[in-house]
């Protein structure tokens, strides 16, 4: 079965400074991965995916991932934060079965900007 | 081209009413999906469906809950007897089609309380 597991249920950090959120992933077979983000109250709105192609994907909002499958890892990164990032953001693998996506999510990642 | 829509917002229900949630898929997709955020929580997946047919309801609750995605008209997700524990954010997606290549696209969310 598919899972995936977000090391930090918050990280908090300044204006301007880099930001990192952690996920790791179990797949029986290549995965597809995903991290999207939701604001207060808000749908969810895909921040960028990997499907099996360049393993550093890049993403809307300076974000991007890098897939490394030696470590089952899918983090993802920001170089400079912007107080509009602050969000919960949430790493989902993909469950490939019988043909249809059935995503997987993670328990999310709170993410806090301090001016 | 209108995002996948999603009503009502927000739904307030007594314990022991029904609860009507309503999903208008993105234009030409075919493929919807329903998916339950509890307070805290990640989504889980409940439900995948195509015109007409139930795909695969593995995340559904055995009781209470029904999905449908008619010939015309939006999918509906139908909880019946409501109780206190469904209070949740009920989210749809729709995609193109199915396989890991096609992501989905989300709505807004139906807030769903019951008092």
């Known amino acids: 079965a598919q899972s995936v597991t977000q090391l930090d249920s918050h990280v908090s950090v300044s204006e301007g400074t880099p930001v990192l959120l952690r996920c790791n992933y179990s797949?029986?077979?290549?995965?597809?991965l995903f991290w999207y983000v939701q604001h207060p109250n808000k749908g969810l709105q895909l921040l960028l995916k990997?499907?099996?192609?360049?393993?550093l994907v890049k993403g809307i909002n300076g974000f991007e991932a890098e897939f490394k499958k030696s470590e089952t890892s899918f983090h993802l990164t920001k170089p400079s934060a912007h107080m509009s990032d602050a969000a919960e953001y949430f790493c989902?693998?993909?469950?490939?079965?019988?043909?249809?996506?059935?995503?997987?999510f993670g328990t999310g990642t709170r993410l806090l900007v301090s001016p | 081209n209108a995002g996948v829509m999603q009503n009502p917002r927000h739904l307030v229900r007594r314990r022991g009413q029904e609860a009507r949630l309503r999903c208008s898929p993105m234009?030409?997709?075919?493929?919807v999906y329903w998916y339950r955020q509890l307070p805290e929580e990640g989504l889980k997946f409940m439900v995948y469906?195509?015109?007409?047919?139930?795909?695969?309801e593995s995340g559904m609750p055995k009781e209470r809950f029904s999905a449908e995605f008619p010939k015309e008209g939006p999918s509906i997700l139908r909880i019946q007897q409501v109780v206190r524990g469904d209070s949740a954010a009920y989210f749809c997606?729709?995609?193109?089609?199915?396989?890991?290549?096609?992501?989905?696209?989300f709505g807004p969310g139906t807030r769903l309380t019951v008092t």
């Open positions: 234009k030409g997709h075919s493929h």
């Open positions: 997606a729709s995609s193109p089609t199915s396989g890991n290549s096609y992501e989905q696209y």
């Open positions: 469906l195509q015109k007409e047919n139930i795909i695969d």
């Open positions: 990997y499907t099996s192609a360049a393993t």
């Open positions: 989902v693998v993909s469950a490939d079965r019988e043909g249809f996506q059935k995503l997987v």
């Open positions: 797949s029986s077979y290549s995965p597809s």
